[in-house]
């Protein structure tokens, strides 16, 4: 009885080195794809991109105004409890 319960028991933990292993690989696989995205970046390139997409003017908006939400309203009772609310 004890045998098959060591058995199993070796078992479980090979089971459990197995998933381990297999995640540490997973991991190794996403740190050497990070590192080689990263050892990719081209800083003048990359600012040129920026600066080319905010180099476009500036327009305001048509109508901009404050629009106040149809369902909630700002109230004492909204901000302070009802024990210290005043008057």
Known sequence: MQANT???LVDILLQS????HNHLDLLRT????AETVL????VPHDQSILVTWNSRA???PKKFTF??????YE???TFLPSICQLG
Do not use: D
Not at 30 to 33: L, M, P, S
Not at 39 to 42: L, M, Q
Not at 67 to 72: L, M, Y
């Open 75 to 77: 109230t004492v009772s």
């Open 39 to 42: 050892g990719g970046v081209n």
């Open 30 to 33: 996403k740190i050497e794809t």
């Open 58 to 60: 500036y327009t305001a």
């Open 6 to 8: 060591f058995l199993r």
């Open 17 to 20: 080195q197995s998933i381990y």
């Open 67 to 72: 629009e106040p939400c149809s369902i909630f």
